[in-house]
Structure formats: structure tokens, C-alpha cells
């Protein structure tokens, strides 16, 4: 059933490096979830498999001495949202990591996987791209720094160079987790098992005379690659948080979105949900930040 050609299990990062250049073409494997589909469908034949679920550094999560989050590669959703750091500090990330598939599927698929594989509705990616997060590319010759909301570039497309790379971790500043409030939410057309219709994530926070002074959001599934609507965002900066303001917000995502048709949705149903989640995110995120709306 499988057209597979050889496997390879790797102990370290600088191992699964070595496959990969020793190998050409191989693939690197951690939860499977993804790879092991495209194998059964037979999109993939004659592959030859290095995997990295093995390697102890690509796991886990912990704080730098700077306070920034970091969180390993190879940590499966379920490890991230039972991780106390992870919930203290990104709460957004850590329940849209729970959003993800089911209890199955988050006990073994990784948020590294979740990246490379380039998919626009990946439901770890919005609150990433919020949160500044700054993605680790390793290869034989050194590290390289990506900021993740420069990572994907089209449908199922990354800068990551993957002959010869690594994703090794994520890291979230510290300063924009601290004092922030967030909120991710996803709409499908069912709970669970379901991939994103469209995902939205809003990550704020307000200064002491409660303006916002901080605001970021941003869309899976709302373009051809998950996005920030940087204009929308500095829309809000320096403003009281106000029912009249959403209403301007959800006008003005919709012009840095370019949403498309497709069988989970028509385009005026997606339309509608950009501006929908856009708003209620941004209620959630305020109130997270400690404010309320003045309406
Ligand atoms: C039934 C089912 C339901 C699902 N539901 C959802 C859902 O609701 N939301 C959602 O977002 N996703 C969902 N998915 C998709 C999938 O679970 C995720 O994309 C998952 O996060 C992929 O991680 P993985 O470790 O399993 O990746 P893998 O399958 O191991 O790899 C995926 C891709 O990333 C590459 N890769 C993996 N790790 C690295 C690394 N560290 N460095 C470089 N390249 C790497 C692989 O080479 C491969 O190309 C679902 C999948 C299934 C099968």
C-alpha cells in the first residue's frame, strides 16, 4: 500500500541532516500525520523516510534566560496544551493547538509538521504569526532566523529548504506574549475532525488609560497563504476599544484579504466569516488584555 524505499531513524539534528544530504529527496518525518496520507494516496512513491521523532532536542518547551517561549519542533499538540508554560503564556496557542483534529491526531502530529507542510489552514499558524513568533531553520552549515509570518509563501510553499533544513523550534518574544491578551477561533463546519473553513487570531494589549497599544491579527484560510492585515492593525493602535471600532476593523480586514472559493466554502460565506471573526476574536482578545468595550 505504501511505495516506500527505505527509512532512516535519526538520533540527533545534525544525523537527520546527514540523511537528508546523503539522500537526496528524502523526506523528514515526525508525527506522520501529514506524510503518511500523501503516502496512502500515492502522491508520494519511492520515498525514502528520515525520521525525527526520536531526537531528544526537538522536543519539550521551556523559558530563555530573556523570557522568550520556546517551543521545540517535534512537541505534539497534546504536549502543548497540557504544557502549564505554554498555557500561562500563550493561551490563544495553547487551545488552538486542542483545536486541531482529534485527541488522536494531537497526541502525535507537531507543530513543526504543522508549518512545513505549508498548509494555509493550519490551525497553529494565525496565533504564531500574532504572537512575532520567530522560527529556527538549521542545516549542516548553521541557524537561520525566520520570522513566521515570512515563512509561508503560497499554498503548501516555505522558504524552508527542504533538502537540506530543519525547522528546530519556534520561539515567542516575550514581549508579545507579556501583558497581552489573545484569541484564536476557528470555524468548520463540525467541532471536531475538521480542518479550518477559516481561522482567526487577534493578540493585544491596552495601556493604563485603556487604549489599545499593541494589536495584531491575522487569517488562515482568508488568501493564499496565512497573513497580518498590517493596515487594519495600526487602525486600531492608540484607539479606546469601541463597538464602532470592530464595525471599522471588520471593514478593513477585508481589504487586505483575498479569500477564495472553494467546496468547504463559497466566497460570501468566507467574506462573512473574515469579518465575523475579526470582531469576535477582537472582543475575546480585548477582554483577555484586561479591558472591556465601551459601546
Ligand atoms: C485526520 C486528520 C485530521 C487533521 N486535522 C487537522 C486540523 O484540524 N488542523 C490542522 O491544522 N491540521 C490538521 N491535520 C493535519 C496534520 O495533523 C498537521 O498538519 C500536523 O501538524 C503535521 O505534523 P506532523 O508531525 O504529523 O507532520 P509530518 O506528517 O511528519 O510532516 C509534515 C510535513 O512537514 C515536514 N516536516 C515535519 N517536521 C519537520 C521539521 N521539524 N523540519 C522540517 N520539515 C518537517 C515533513 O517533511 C512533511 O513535509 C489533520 C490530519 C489528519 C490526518
Known amino acids: 500500500m505504501y511505495d516506500i524505499k527505505e527509512t532512516f531513524r535519526a538520533n540527533s539534528v545534525p544525523e537527520a541532516l546527514e540523511l537528508l544530504r546523503a539522500h537526496p529527496g528524502a523526506i523528514p518525518v515526525c508525527g506522520g500525520t501529514d506524510v503518511m496520507i500523501h503516502l496512502k494516496e500515492r502522491k508520494l512513491r519511492q520515498a525514502a523516510l528520515v525520521g525525527i521523532m526520536d531526537i531528544a532536542s526537538l522536543q519539550g518547551i521551556y523559558l530563555e534566560q530573556t523570557g522568550d517561549l520556546f517551543i521545540g519542533s517535534g512537541t505534539c499538540f497534546d504536549s502543548i496544551y497540557q504544557n502549564p508554560l505554554a498555557r500561562a503564556c500563550v493561551p490563544m496557542l495553547a487551545d488552538a493547538c486542542n483545536q486541531v483534529g482529534s485527541p488522536q491526531i494531537r497526541s502525535v502530529a507537531t507543530i513543526g509538521g504543522n508549518l512545513c507542510n505549508g498548509a494555509v489552514s493550519a490551525d497553529s499558524v494565525p496565533s504564531l504569526l500574532v504572537l512575532n513568533a520567530e522560527l529556527e531553520l538549521t542545516s549542516l552549515e548553521g541557524k537561520r532566523v525566520v520570522k513566521a509570518v515570512d515563512f509561508h509563501t503560497g499554498p503548501g510553499k516555505t522558504v524552508l529548504e527542504t533538502d537540506r533544513e530543519l525547522l528546530t523550534g519556534i520561539r515567542i518574544p516575550k514581549a508579545s506574549y507579556e501583558g497581552h491578551g489573545g484569541?484564536?477561533?476557528?470555524?468548520?463546519?463540525?467541532?471536531?475532525?475538521?480542518?479550518?473553513?477559516?481561522?482567526?487570531?487577534?493578540?493585544?494589549?491596552?495601556?493604563?488609560?485603556?487604549?489599545?497599544?499593541?494589536?495584531?491579527?491575522?487569517?488562515?484560510?482568508?488568501?493564499?497563504?496565512?497573513?497580518?492585515?498590517?493596515?487594519?492593525?495600526?487602525?486600531?493602535?492608540?484607539?479606546?476599544?469601541?463597538?464602532?471600532?470592530?464595525?471599522?476593523?471588520?471593514?478593513?480586514?477585508?481589504?487586505?484579504?483575498?479569500?477564495?472559493?472553494?467546496?468547504?466554502?463559497?466566497?460570501?460565506?468566507?467574506?462573512?466569516?473574515?469579518?465575523?471573526?475579526?470582531?469576535?476574536?477582537?472582543?475575546?482578545?480585548?477582554?483577555?488584555?484586561?479591558?472591556?468595550?465601551?459601546?
Open 183 to 295: 484569541k484564536y477561533l476557528k470555524f468548520g463546519q463540525r467541532n471536531a475532525m475538521e480542518i479550518a473553513t477559516l481561522g482567526c487570531a487577534v493578540n493585544c494589549a491596552l495601556s493604563p488609560d485603556g487604549t489599545i497599544r499593541d494589536f495584531a491579527i491575522a487569517f488562515g484560510v482568508a488568501a493564499p497563504r496565512p497573513i497580518r492585515c498590517a493596515k487594519a492593525e495600526s487602525l486600531m493602535l492608540g484607539r479606546r476599544p469601541t463597538g464602532a471600532l470592530l464595525k471599522e476593523l471588520r471593514r478593513a480586514v477585508l481589504l487586505e484579504c483575498a479569500p477564495r472559493e472553494s467546496w468547504r466554502a463559497s466566497l460570501e460565506l468566507r467574506t462573512q466569516l473574515i469579518q465575523e471573526l475579526a470582531e469576535r476574536a477582537s472582543r475575546c482578545a480585548i477582554e483577555h488584555a484586561g479591558g472591556s468595550l465601551d459601546d
